[in-house]
């Protein structure tokens, strides 16, 4: 089992910059992928960034170049990095981890980017 939880978000301005972390716990030498989702009021989960245990890292078109994941090993930690931030980027931010056989989710944190 894996816990994770989500925290950094808030209002920001267009423009601005926000960094989320994803916390985990438990058996968090079997996560083989990180991934950040992001959901908006009335639409559907959508896939945000994600890296590998080995290092590989991919990110969804609309946010490449703005966006950044990261992890700290040492405090089982994942961070997602989000500059120059636009409304539409307004959305409950998730965090999944994913072993070889489930997947686990946080709670989500929201991100309003708003003037």
């Known amino acids: 089992q894996v816990q994770v939880v989500e925290s950094g978000g808030g209002l920001v301005q267009p423009g601005g910059s926000l960094r989320l972390s994803c916390a985990a716990s438990g058996s968090v030498y079997s996560v083989e992928v990180m991934t950040w989702y992001r959901q908006a009021p009335g639409k559907q989960r959508n896939f945000v960034a994600s890296?590998?245990?080995?290092?590989?890292?991919t990110y969804s078109e609309f946010v490449k170049d703005r966006f950044a994941i990261s992890r700290d090993n040492a405090k089982n930690t994942w961070y997602l990095q989000m500059n120059s931030m636009k409304p539409e980027d307004t959305a409950v931010y998730y965090c999944?981890?994913?072993?070889?056989?489930?997947?686990?989710w946080g709670q989500g944190t929201q991100v309003t980017v708003s003037s």
């Open positions: 890296i590998t245990a080995n290092g590989r890292i």
């Open positions: 999944n981890a994913r072993t070889y056989r489930q997947q686990f």
